[in-house]
């Protein structure tokens, strides 16, 4: 661990503003990725969780350097539960069951986490960590996607104008030696009038590919709709 001269350690307008600053360039690089991908917290909402935390845990240090009174993670603590209930509401469960916002509200927490380090003075830490929490939002999407495209599961959500269709995807599917293990009518409603939707899973032979699938039940007749979810 690198060392500082002791006023970036103590509570002095030196610290303040270096352990501000840092939340904020911090806190806005995370929330750049989130904010350039359109999801719901984005650059201003990150360097706001981030700045918040240091300075809840600056707030901390300030008592017990002044007062010599009080617990120095109780603040902390705080900010840790209530970022959780920040990033809860930007989970959504789509009709579809897609769940979007785990990744954000996962970032939001972890920019919390990193401005409570940075707060306290944990230089070497945060900068750590905040160079790991970039790299997972911003670089091993690619890494995820590789592995993804390649699984043997497959999870479609369908929507066909009648129930004898839906029977014909269901043969074509077992046609291919394709495994059941889910399948269910979707709670939205279809975009054809009088349809269904359903949502399938599967488990594919490693013979036949993921695009071919969907290309398949795509052209199929009675088909309207075919989206991976």
């Not at 006023?7 to 503003?17: A, K, Q, R, T």
């Not at 959504?92 to 979007?100: C, M, P, S, Y």
């Not at 380090?117 to 945060?126: D, K, L, M, P, T």
């Amino acid at each position: 661990m690198f060392s500082l001269p002791d006023c970036f350690y103590d509570i002095n307008m030196i610290s303040v503003i270096t352990r501000l600053l840092l939340a904020m360039v911090f806190g806005g690089v995370i929330g750049l990725e989130r904010g350039a991908n359109r999801h719901p917290a984005g650059f201003r909402t990150h360097i706001l969780v981030c700045v918040g935390a240091a300075l809840a845990m600056m707030t901390n240090q300030f008592i017990l350097q002044v007062f010599e009174t009080g617990d120095p993670a109780r603040l902390g603590a705080q900010v840790i539960t209530g970022v959780g209930f920040l990033g809860v509401g930007t989970i959504l469960v789509t009709g579809r069951h897609k769940i979007k916002g785990l990744t954000t509200a996962a970032g939001l927490w972890a920019s919390a986490c990193l401005g409570l380090a940075i707060g306290i003075g944990f230089y070497s830490g945060a900068i750590v960590a905040a160079v790991v929490i970039f790299v997972s939002i911003a670089l091993l999407p690619r890494v995820e996607n590789y592995f993804y495209k390649r699984s043997r599961v497959l999870d479609l959500y369908l929507e066909v104008d009648t129930i004898d269709n839906f029977k014909a995807i269901r043969k074509y599917i077992r046609s291919v030696d394709a495994a059941f293990y889910e399948t269910h009518l979707g709670k939205t409603p279809p975009i054809s009038s009088g349809g269904v939707a359903f949502h399938l899973s599967m488990m594919l032979e490693k013979r036949v590919s993921r695009g071919e699938i969907i290309h398949t039940l795509e052209s199929m007749d009675g088909v309207e709709l075919v989206e991976e979810v």
